[in-house]
């Protein structure tokens, strides 16, 4: 009779080894597929045999993802897609005027100051419109920043609304996608 209650312990015992194990290999798996999704399958199995990347673009990535914005082809300059003509084209210190909350729920002004840059790619058409209408570009960002409340700017949400924001009214003024990024070189709430 002690013999067949050690045969149900060691049972469960092998069966509850076989789970953990079981659980441990799936915990790997999923890690795994992480390291793959987060890195590429190229980079991911560089990073678990210790070797290097290859440099050069995944099928279906543009040339210029490889080497950022702007990057020249290499060779004797016969690439698939031409090469993006980026322009930073800064534009003068803004202030204006928005609205905060005090503590007690009293509504009071406070200054925002901008420093921005517009990214815009010269290849695409419509980006010599760019420079004439940037004293409207200028206006339309001026108009938005003034209805903005001091909440409106918190955190990087906040960042990432106005960039956004600001980027949208940009591609709507030029009438084109050429603009293709806003910089915020300061961003000061006073």
């Known amino acids: 009779m002690a013999d067949a209650a050690q045969d149900t312990s060691g049972g469960s015992l092998g069966k509850t ?31 678990l045999t210790g070797g290097t990347p290859d440099p050069a673009p995944a099928a279906g990535e543009p040339a210029a993802a490889a080497g950022g914005h702007g990057a020249a082809p290499e060779g ?62 200028r206006d339309s960002f001026q108009e938005y920043l003034r209805q903005l409340n001091e909440a409106d700017l918190q955190g990087s949400v906040g960042l990432v609304n106005l960039k956004s924001e600001l980027l949208r009214r940009a591609r709507a003024i030029a009438d084109s996608d ?9 961003l000061i709430v006073q």
Do not use: W
């Not at 050429?178 to 300061?186: F, K, V």
């Open 17 to 47: 080894l076989i789970r953990v194990v079981g659980v441990a290999l799936l915990c790997v798996a999923a890690l795994l597929a992480g390291v793959v999704v987060a890195l590429g399958p190229e980079r991911a199995m560089a990073v």
């Open 76 to 137: 004797d300059g016969h690439a698939a897609a031409p090469a993006e003509k980026i322009v930073v084209t800064p534009f003068k210190e803004i202030i204006v005027n928005i609205t905060a909350t005090t503590a007690t729920g009293r509504e009071t002004s406070r200054f925002l100051k901008l420093n921005l840059a517009l990214v815009y790619d010269e290849a695409v058409p419509g980006a010599e419109q760019i420079e004439p209408r940037k004293l409207f570009l």
């Open 178 to 186: 050429a603009p293709q990024e806003i910089l915020i070189a300061d």
